[in-house]
């Protein structure tokens, strides 16, 4: 989205999650002009550390490059399991726990301190839903091909998926969101297609499909940045965030299940 006319806020939002989990960065234009803290925080199924990270937004008529915010106090609470976890900086705006381990069922809190400006959320880890396989079909758009995910939805509704693809060894900045509203309980097989374009490959093409399970709030987040990618709009809204007290950003807690394709 290129805004020439207007001064928004351009916010590179990193979901950095260790191990098997994708490092996911967006850029979108946010329709704000007051530099905001950017929080993105994941605890996955897959085995920690886990990361955290904090930045602030900048102006549109400045580089787009968001500050790294140091010296903040973070902590992430393991409710179920009472435990608290106080991380650690291991780079400029980047924090990693240390004794932390996501338990599907378990809820999790955040806590952020950052130069007195306190920010929290809260997120649950869904029940794992597993990636059975992946298989390409044709595109109705030209010669390329699209990447099909087969899963099966679990009987009990309220299911919501993130997929991340990476492709030849590169993060794709499409959005892929799901949820089980309209088709419950039954064997999914639907092409990727979300903001940012469907899942477009080609011969010899080798991609890698994570399916995120995701609570609610995170689904309202990247929904409703899936929207603003599809309209491409002037004045695009900001993303439903789950982190209080005015930040952007997401904390998220979600299981993980990959599957890698080359196409034929």
């Keep these: 989205m290129n805004l020439k006319n207007s001064l928004f806020l351009s916010a590179a939002i990193l979901g950095m999650v260790s191990f098997f989990s994708c ?14 803290y950017v929080i993105t925080g994941n605890i996955t199924d897959q ?11 900048v102006n549109f008529s400045q580089d787009n490059i968001a500050p790294a915010v140091s010296g903040a106090t973070v902590v992430i609470t393991d409710i ?10 291991t780079s400029p705006g980047n924090y990693q726990t240390h004794t932390l381990v996501g338990a ?42 699209q990447i099909v995910p087969v899963y099966f939805d679990p009987i009990a509704k309220g299911n919501y998926y993130l997929f991340n693809e990476v492709k030849n060894d590169t993060e794709m900045s499409a959005i892929f969101t ?19 374009g469907g899942s477009r490959v080609a011969d010899g ?3 890698e499909i994570d399916l995120e399970c995701i609570d609610s709030p995170v689904y309202a987040y990247f929904s409703s940045l899936q929207q603003t990618k599809n ?11 789950n982190i209080s ?20």
């Design 80 to 89: 179920t399991g009472g435990l608290a976890d106080s991380l650690t900086e």
């Design 47 to 57: 085995p920690g550390p886990y990361l955290l990270s904090i930045t602030q937004s």
């Design 104 to 145: 599907y069922g378990h809820q999790y809190h955040m806590y952020v301190n950052a130069a007195g400006n306190v920010f929290t959320a809260s997120s649950t880890m869904p029940q794992p839903v597993t990636l059975d396989s992946l298989y390409t079909q044709q595109s109705p758009f030209g010669k390329s091909f």
């Design 245 to 264: 007290n005015g930040a952007l950003g997401y904390f998220s807690a979600h299981t993980v299940s990959s599957k890698t394709i080359v196409v034929p």
């Design 205 to 207: 093409d080798v991609v």
């Design 231 to 241: 309209q491409n709009s002037a004045t695009p809204a900001n993303p439903a965030t």
């Design 23 to 36: 490092r996911k960065v967006i850029s979108v234009n946010l329709n704000s002009t007051a530099p905001r």
């Design 178 to 196: 799901r949820n089980d509203q309209l088709i419950n309980g039954q064997l999914m097989k639907l092409p990727l297609e979300g903001g940012g």
